[in-house]
């Protein structure tokens, strides 16, 4: 039997609610992108609210909120076994809660590594991500992380630019994250930001400074991927 679900978190959660009485015959949960099988059963699960919260409220009370903080660290990664490490790590918690994390089980290590993934990712982006200044005053940043961190970041940048308004752009999952007095997320269908026509000071002081600490005899490119890897280059004011 598999899963098929919306994709959204109160959806995984609505599965694992019903995923308890079958869990034996659950061989995966999906997005549902309307795929058909021909060996496997698959069931569509409509979201519903109500089964979310139980699931959630069951997590926090049975495992403490750190480990309902990495379940949905996990749902944001990039993994396409994330969603059955998932359940299959929750359900063998029922006896023993957070103490699952040390288990070596499959699944339990999987949950582990994926958590462990979004994590480093998104303390990754912290120091990462430049922002450039458009005309009317709003900050702009792109980025194309391997996994969904920009729901976890948006919090960070709320608060370190004050009360700025500024949108971080998912140029991956062509996603904007948005603060205007309140953080939002929304598609970037029909977005137009031309960059190339942008006078942007906060750009030539950045490349101005990473030009002036650089020891021109003892710069190495090939350290210098190690440390920083050529992928994360492209939207780095300074690399350019």
């Known amino acids: 039997m598999i899963y098929l679900y919306d994709g959204s978190f109160e959806g995984i959660m609505t599965c694992i609610f019903y995923g308890y009485s079958v869990l034996n015959k659950l061989v ?20 519903e609210a109500d089964k979310s919260d139980r699931i959630v409220r069951y997590l926090i009370d049975k495992f403490g909120y750190e480990f309902f903080m990495s379940v949905y660290y996990v749902y944001l990664s990039s993994s396409k076994t994330k969603e059955i490490s998932m359940i299959r790590t929750i359900f063998l918690g029922r006896d023993i ?19 462990g993934y979004v994590s480093n990712e998104s303390h990754f982006y912290l120091g990462l991500l430049r922002f450039t200044e458009l005309k009317d005053g709003l900050l702009y940043a792109q980025f194309e992380p391997e996994n969904n961190i920009l729901p976890i970041i948006m919090g960070h940048f709320k608060n370190r630019l004050g009360d700025r308004p500024f949108i971080i752009h998912d140029m991956k999952r062509h996603i904007l994250g948005v603060y205007e007095n309140e953080i939002s997320f929304v598609s970037d269908e029909g977005l137009d930001i031309r960059l190339e026509e942008i006078d942007d000071v906060y750009e030539s002081l950045w490349k101005v400074f990473h030009t002036s600490i650089a020891i021109e005899n003892m710069i190495n490119p090939k350290l210098q991927s190690s440390n920083l890897p050529k992928k994360y280059w492209k939207y780095m004011t300074e690399m350019k």
């Not at 997005?31 to 059963?41: A, F, H, P, R, T």
């Open 28 to 47: 995966d949960i999906q997005v549902d992108k309307g795929q058909m099988s021909l060996i496997d059963e698959m069931v569509k699960i409509t979201t």
């Open 97 to 115: 809660g957070s103490e699952i994390i040390h288990s070596r089980q499959d699944d339990v290590v999987e949950f582990m590594k994926n958590r």
